[in-house]
Protein backbone atom coordinates (compact mmCIF):
# COMPACT_ATOMS: atom_id res chain seq x y z
CA UNK A 1 0.00 0.00 0.00
CA UNK A 2 1.98 3.13 -1.45
CA UNK A 3 -1.08 5.75 -0.27
CA UNK A 4 0.99 8.53 1.47
CA UNK A 5 -2.23 9.58 3.14
CA UNK A 6 -2.66 5.92 4.52
CA UNK A 7 -2.11 4.71 8.37
CA UNK A 8 -1.29 1.33 9.18
CA UNK A 9 -2.52 0.66 12.55
CA UNK A 10 -2.27 -3.12 12.73
CA UNK A 11 -0.66 -5.80 10.33
CA UNK A 12 -1.01 -9.37 10.58
CA UNK A 13 -0.95 -12.62 8.77
CA UNK A 14 -4.11 -15.24 8.29
CA UNK A 15 -3.80 -18.62 9.00
CA UNK A 16 -2.55 -19.88 5.54
CA UNK A 17 0.44 -16.96 5.50
CA UNK A 18 -1.44 -13.87 3.37
CA UNK A 19 -0.51 -10.44 5.01
CA UNK A 20 -2.71 -8.38 6.23
CA UNK A 21 -3.68 -4.82 7.39
CA UNK A 22 -5.82 -2.32 9.34
CA UNK A 23 -5.80 0.85 7.58
CA UNK A 24 -7.31 4.00 8.30
CA UNK A 25 -7.73 6.10 5.60
CA UNK A 26 -10.06 8.77 4.43
CA UNK A 27 -12.07 8.75 7.46
CA UNK A 28 -12.10 4.79 6.93
CA UNK A 29 -10.72 1.91 8.21
CA UNK A 30 -10.13 -0.58 6.09
CA UNK A 31 -9.02 -4.76 6.01
CA UNK A 32 -6.64 -4.98 3.22
CA UNK A 33 -3.88 -7.30 2.20
CA UNK A 34 -0.54 -6.40 0.13
CA UNK A 35 -2.84 -5.72 -2.82
CA UNK A 36 -6.53 -5.14 -2.22
CA UNK A 37 -8.73 -3.58 0.05
CA UNK A 38 -11.31 -5.77 1.09
CA UNK A 39 -13.92 -4.47 3.20
CA UNK A 40 -14.43 -0.95 5.06
CA UNK A 41 -15.79 0.40 8.19
CA UNK A 42 -16.51 3.66 9.48
CA UNK A 43 -16.29 2.41 13.35
CA UNK A 44 -12.49 1.60 14.52
CA UNK A 45 -14.21 -1.04 17.04
CA UNK A 46 -15.72 -2.71 13.70
CA UNK A 47 -12.48 -2.68 12.06
CA UNK A 48 -10.62 -4.13 14.53
CA UNK A 49 -13.24 -7.06 14.83
CA UNK A 50 -13.31 -7.94 11.62
CA UNK A 51 -9.42 -8.27 11.42
CA UNK A 52 -9.25 -10.37 14.31
CA UNK A 53 -11.63 -12.88 12.81
CA UNK A 54 -10.22 -12.64 9.54
CA UNK A 55 -7.16 -13.56 10.84
CA UNK A 56 -8.80 -16.75 12.49
CA UNK A 57 -9.82 -17.72 8.98
CA UNK A 58 -7.68 -19.27 5.85
CA UNK A 59 -9.15 -18.75 2.81
CA UNK A 60 -10.05 -16.60 -0.09
CA UNK A 61 -9.27 -13.62 1.98
CA UNK A 62 -11.98 -11.04 0.05
CA UNK A 63 -14.51 -13.32 0.11
CA UNK A 64 -14.18 -14.38 3.76
CA UNK A 65 -14.16 -10.77 4.55
CA UNK A 66 -17.34 -10.20 2.22
CA UNK A 67 -18.73 -12.84 4.51
CA UNK A 68 -17.20 -10.87 7.76
CA UNK A 69 -18.85 -7.79 6.94
CA UNK A 70 -22.33 -9.17 6.84
CA UNK A 71 -22.10 -10.66 10.08
CA UNK A 72 -20.72 -7.40 11.78
CA UNK A 73 -23.54 -5.26 10.06
CA UNK A 74 -26.09 -8.43 11.37
CA UNK A 75 -24.55 -8.52 14.78
CA UNK A 76 -24.42 -5.28 16.99
CA UNK A 77 -21.52 -5.04 18.96
CA UNK A 78 -23.80 -4.22 22.51
CA UNK A 79 -25.32 -7.53 22.03
CA UNK A 80 -21.57 -8.67 23.65
CA UNK A 81 -21.35 -6.53 26.47
CA UNK A 82 -18.48 -4.82 27.59
CA UNK A 83 -14.56 -5.91 27.52
CA UNK A 84 -15.23 -8.73 29.12
CA UNK A 85 -16.54 -10.44 26.32
CA UNK A 86 -14.54 -9.53 23.16
CA UNK A 87 -13.05 -12.78 22.49
CA UNK A 88 -16.63 -14.18 22.27
CA UNK A 89 -17.47 -11.77 19.31
CA UNK A 90 -14.67 -12.66 17.24
CA UNK A 91 -15.12 -16.17 18.12
CA UNK A 92 -18.80 -15.41 17.15
CA UNK A 93 -17.99 -13.94 14.00
CA UNK A 94 -15.66 -16.96 13.22
CA UNK A 95 -18.45 -19.67 13.65
CA UNK A 96 -20.99 -17.61 11.17
CA UNK A 97 -18.47 -17.65 8.63
CA UNK A 98 -17.76 -20.93 9.36
CA UNK A 99 -21.42 -21.79 8.42
CA UNK A 100 -21.56 -19.81 5.89
CA UNK A 101 -18.52 -21.43 3.58
CA UNK A 102 -20.52 -24.89 4.57
CA UNK A 103 -23.42 -23.14 2.78
CA UNK A 104 -25.73 -23.19 5.49
CA UNK A 105 -28.12 -20.59 5.58
CA UNK A 106 -29.52 -18.36 9.28
CA UNK A 107 -32.60 -18.97 10.60
CA UNK A 108 -33.92 -16.61 13.00
CA UNK A 109 -36.84 -17.31 15.47
CA UNK A 110 -38.57 -16.04 18.33
CA UNK A 111 -39.84 -12.41 18.66
CA UNK A 112 -37.17 -10.50 19.58
CA UNK A 113 -34.52 -12.85 17.12
CA UNK A 114 -32.85 -14.31 19.97
CA UNK A 115 -32.68 -17.85 18.51
CA UNK A 116 -30.39 -18.72 15.71
CA UNK A 117 -30.48 -22.29 14.23
CA UNK A 118 -28.12 -22.87 10.88
CA UNK A 119 -29.34 -25.32 8.42
Avoid at 6 to 24: C, K, M, P, V
Avoid at 44 to 72: N, R, S, W, Y
Wanted: with cysteine; glycine share 6%; hydrophobic share 45%.
Amino acid sequence: MSHSDAETLRSSWTLDGQAIFLIFTAGQYRVATRWIWMASFKQLQEAAVAFEALEMLEGDPKALAEHIKTEVRRVPCNRFGGRRNSASRISYLVRCVDNRLAGLRLSVGNSKGSVEAWA
